[in-house]
């Protein structure tokens, strides 16, 4: 059942489809024009690509795990202890790895916000 709200039309939409056809099935671009091609990712990007920043892999540098953290937690999960904050993490999604670390700091300490938590998450893994 169409609700009317779509931003583009069934015809745009089919439009868009045949126009990724090419790129789909290749793995790369297919245009002619390089302009058209989207552009690579500046040097510091985030890196997404690799999967989730795990804390304790050589990719998570506190920027990175802050970053991961602030993806799954808002300001009002704060402050919490880790029990807490693991329960808002499965809720909202988190990749295992990131809710295992967490689970894994002591259960007595409460973090006041995201930077503090990713201390704790690169201190503890170092």
Not at 97 to 125: F, I, S
């Amino acid at each position: 059942m169409q609700r009317g709200s779509d931003r583009l039309s069934v015809h745009r939409d089919d439009e868009m489809k045949h126009e990724l056809q090419g790129l789909l099935r290749s793995g790369h671009p297919t245009r002619t024009e390089e302009w058209h091609d989207p552009e690579p990712s500046a040097e510091d990007d985030p890196e997404v690509w690799g999967g989730p920043v795990v804390p304790g892999s050589p990719r998570a540098s506190l920027e990175a795990v802050r970053l991961e953290l602030a993806r799954f937690l808002a300001r009002g999960s704060f402050p919490a202890g880790p029990g807490a904050l693991v329960v808002v993490l499965r809720r909202e999604h988190a990749p295992d790895a990131l809710v295992d670390a967490v689970r894994e700091l002591p259960h007595t300490q409460r973090y006041g916000n995201v930077q503090q938590l990713a201390e704790a998450l690169v201190g503890a893994r170092r």
